[in-house]
């Protein structure tokens, strides 16, 4: 069953100001004793042979969840998941700009590009993702699959990894954000972030319910990225 759901104000108009921790399910599957779901896009293919990739319903951990099947053509198709709420909610930067006077942190913490700065540092990149590799088997993101990520300046940043090399003054600029809300996968509660480089700073949030985390990081040169290395552990809502 699936309905459509919108936020509105009092007044019956379109909104933007709903929380999506607060958003109701949108679809919901009807259950039949005698409905054995696969587990696995490799279960579909073997079932239903070479088919075009697309999304699928899977039982994850006993739960029904829409996964994205891709190489579906090939021997080994792989999961994903469809980052709902878009690209821009699920981005990864390396901060290009360096300040040239690195002892200082200008303008009260806040990101200006217009500091006195040179934008020279080689690492520097903007990655955004619509869809990321999920590890089913081990119940993680796996943060450098780049099948759906779109690099849109310098180089391929991981998934959750954020950072730059503009100040030695604890002063990251470096972001990035995961917005997992209507996937039906949050990020799992022990999950941190390590920093590394020099001079690192690392400053994480996360949401109440563990769908939704934003980092800033950064150091002269530094980052942050999870802790377990280059995936990221989620659980089922």
């Known amino acids: 069953m699936e309905r459509t759901v919108q936020c509105v104000s009092v007044d019956g108009q379109e909104s933007n100001r709903c929380s999506p921790d607060a958003e109701p399910e949108t ?3 009807c259950t039949n004793p005698s409905c ?9 293919q073997s079932t239903k042979g070479p088919i075009p990739d697309s999304e699928h319903f899977l039982n994850v951990q006993g739960k029904v969840l829409k996964i994205y099947c891709a190489g579906m053509q090939t021997e080994t198709p792989q999961e994903y998941i469809t980052l709902t709420t878009g690209e821009e909610e699920n981005i990864s930067e390396i901060f290009g700009f ?4 690195p002892s200082q942190c200008p303008a009260n913490d806040s990101r200006r590009e217009d500091c006195d700065c040179r934008r020279d540092y080689t690492a520097a990149g903007v990655t955004t993702f619509s869809k990321v590799r999920l590890d089913l088997r081990r119940m993680n993101i ?3 699959d780049w099948r759906f990520a779109f690099t849109h300046d310098g180089q391929s940043v991981p998934f959750a990894t954020a950072g730059d090399c503009y100040s030695l003054a604890h002063c990251p600029q470096g972001q990035f954000k995961i ?3 209507g996937t039906g996968f949050k990020v799992a509660e022990d999950t941190s972030w390590i920093s590394q480089g020099n001079y690192a700073a690392t400053r994480i949030q996360k949401s109440q319910g563990g769908s939704r985390v934003k980092g800033i990081c950064g150091g002269y040169c530094g980052k942050c990225t999870p802790s377990s290395g280059d995936t990221l552990p989620v659980i089922v809502e």
């Open 179 to 181: 917005n997992l809300s």
């Open 27 to 29: 679809r919901k599957v």
């Open 36 to 44: 054995n779901l696969p587990s696995s896009c490799f279960d579909i």
């Open 98 to 101: 360096r300040l040239n006077d």
């Open 142 to 144: 796996i943060t450098t």
